[in-house]
Nanobody, 120 residues
Framework: VQLQASGGGLVQPGGSLRLSCTASGRIFSINDMGWYRQAPGSQRDMVATVSRSGRTIYADSVKGRFAISRDDTRNTVFLQMSGLQPEDTAVYYC???????????????WGQGTQVTVSS
Protein backbone atom coordinates (compact mmCIF):
# COMPACT_ATOMS: atom_id res chain seq x y z
CA VAL A 1 0.00 0.00 0.00
CA GLN A 2 1.30 3.46 -0.89
CA LEU A 3 0.04 6.82 0.29
CA GLN A 4 0.83 9.83 -1.87
CA ALA A 5 0.38 13.24 -0.28
CA SER A 6 0.31 16.58 -2.03
CA GLY A 7 -0.72 20.19 -1.53
CA GLY A 8 1.91 21.56 0.81
CA GLY A 9 3.76 24.79 0.22
CA LEU A 10 4.57 28.26 1.47
CA VAL A 11 1.71 30.46 2.61
CA GLN A 12 1.42 33.75 4.47
CA PRO A 13 -0.14 33.93 7.93
CA GLY A 14 -3.90 33.85 7.66
CA GLY A 15 -3.76 31.96 4.40
CA SER A 16 -5.19 28.60 3.37
CA LEU A 17 -3.95 25.34 1.94
CA ARG A 18 -5.61 22.05 1.02
CA LEU A 19 -3.73 18.80 1.45
CA SER A 20 -4.69 15.60 -0.34
CA CYS A 21 -3.54 12.02 0.17
CA THR A 22 -4.46 9.04 -1.97
CA ALA A 23 -3.93 5.41 -1.07
CA SER A 24 -3.14 2.87 -3.76
CA GLY A 25 -2.05 -0.73 -4.02
CA ARG A 26 -3.60 -3.81 -2.48
CA ILE A 27 -6.54 -2.37 -0.54
CA PHE A 28 -9.57 -4.29 0.64
CA SER A 29 -10.78 -1.85 3.25
CA ILE A 30 -9.67 1.42 4.84
CA ASN A 31 -10.66 2.26 8.39
CA ASP A 32 -9.53 5.52 9.96
CA MET A 33 -7.64 8.08 7.88
CA GLY A 34 -5.83 11.07 9.26
CA TRP A 35 -3.19 13.74 9.22
CA TYR A 36 -0.25 14.15 11.56
CA ARG A 37 2.47 16.75 11.65
CA GLN A 38 6.02 17.01 12.87
CA ALA A 39 7.90 20.25 13.41
CA PRO A 40 11.72 20.28 13.65
CA GLY A 41 12.85 18.92 16.99
CA SER A 42 9.35 17.81 17.94
CA GLN A 43 7.44 14.57 17.98
CA ARG A 44 4.82 13.66 15.40
CA ASP A 45 1.41 14.79 16.62
CA MET A 46 -2.12 14.04 15.49
CA VAL A 47 -3.80 16.89 13.64
CA ALA A 48 -7.10 15.33 12.60
CA THR A 49 -8.63 11.93 11.92
CA VAL A 50 -11.81 10.75 10.24
CA SER A 51 -13.41 7.35 10.64
CA ARG A 52 -15.26 5.33 7.99
CA SER A 53 -18.51 6.57 9.47
CA GLY A 54 -17.33 10.17 9.17
CA ARG A 55 -16.61 10.83 12.81
CA THR A 56 -13.87 13.44 13.10
CA ILE A 57 -11.35 14.22 15.82
CA TYR A 58 -9.20 17.35 15.87
CA ALA A 59 -6.26 18.53 17.90
CA ASP A 60 -7.29 21.46 20.08
CA SER A 61 -4.82 23.72 18.30
CA VAL A 62 -6.57 23.36 14.92
CA LYS A 63 -10.24 23.20 15.91
CA GLY A 64 -12.28 25.70 13.98
CA ARG A 65 -9.50 26.28 11.45
CA PHE A 66 -8.91 22.88 9.83
CA ALA A 67 -11.42 20.47 8.30
CA ILE A 68 -10.74 16.85 7.44
CA SER A 69 -12.79 14.87 4.92
CA ARG A 70 -12.50 11.72 2.87
CA ASP A 71 -13.65 10.33 -0.45
CA ASP A 72 -13.83 6.56 -0.20
CA THR A 73 -14.51 6.19 -3.93
CA ARG A 74 -10.97 7.49 -4.48
CA ASN A 75 -9.32 6.24 -1.26
CA THR A 76 -8.43 9.85 -0.58
CA VAL A 77 -8.31 12.00 2.53
CA PHE A 78 -8.22 15.80 2.51
CA LEU A 79 -7.21 18.46 5.00
CA GLN A 80 -8.53 21.95 4.38
CA MET A 81 -6.43 24.37 6.42
CA SER A 82 -7.50 27.96 6.98
CA GLY A 83 -6.24 30.72 9.21
CA LEU A 84 -2.75 29.28 9.06
CA GLN A 85 -0.22 30.55 11.57
CA PRO A 86 3.58 30.19 11.82
CA GLU A 87 3.12 27.55 14.52
CA ASP A 88 1.40 25.36 11.92
CA THR A 89 4.70 25.05 10.07
CA ALA A 90 5.65 21.37 9.92
CA VAL A 91 5.90 18.33 7.72
CA TYR A 92 2.41 16.90 7.38
CA TYR A 93 1.99 13.14 7.09
CA CYS A 94 -1.13 11.28 6.05
CA UNK A 95 -2.06 8.01 7.65
CA UNK A 96 -4.52 5.27 6.80
CA UNK A 97 -5.39 2.05 8.56
CA UNK A 98 -5.62 -0.43 5.71
CA UNK A 99 -6.70 -4.05 5.45
CA UNK A 100 -5.32 -5.76 2.35
CA UNK A 101 -7.58 -8.80 2.48
CA UNK A 102 -9.94 -10.78 4.65
CA UNK A 103 -10.01 -11.47 7.49
CA UNK A 104 -9.76 -7.75 8.16
CA UNK A 105 -6.51 -6.92 9.87
CA UNK A 106 -5.80 -3.21 9.70
CA UNK A 107 -2.26 -1.88 9.76
CA UNK A 108 -0.85 1.64 9.57
CA UNK A 109 0.31 3.07 6.27
CA TRP A 110 2.06 6.45 6.05
CA GLY A 111 2.57 8.95 3.31
CA GLN A 112 5.94 10.51 2.54
CA GLY A 113 5.14 13.85 4.12
CA THR A 114 4.51 17.26 2.62
CA GLN A 115 6.05 20.47 3.92
CA VAL A 116 3.79 23.29 5.04
CA THR A 117 5.52 26.58 5.81
CA VAL A 118 3.65 29.59 7.14
CA SER A 119 5.71 32.73 6.94
CA SER A 120 5.48 36.33 5.82
Amino acid sequence: VQLQASGGGLVQPGGSLRLSCTASGRIFSINDMGWYRQAPGSQRDMVATVSRSGRTIYADSVKGRFAISRDDTRNTVFLQMSGLQPEDTAVYYCNAKVAETVPLMYSDSWGQGTQVTVSS
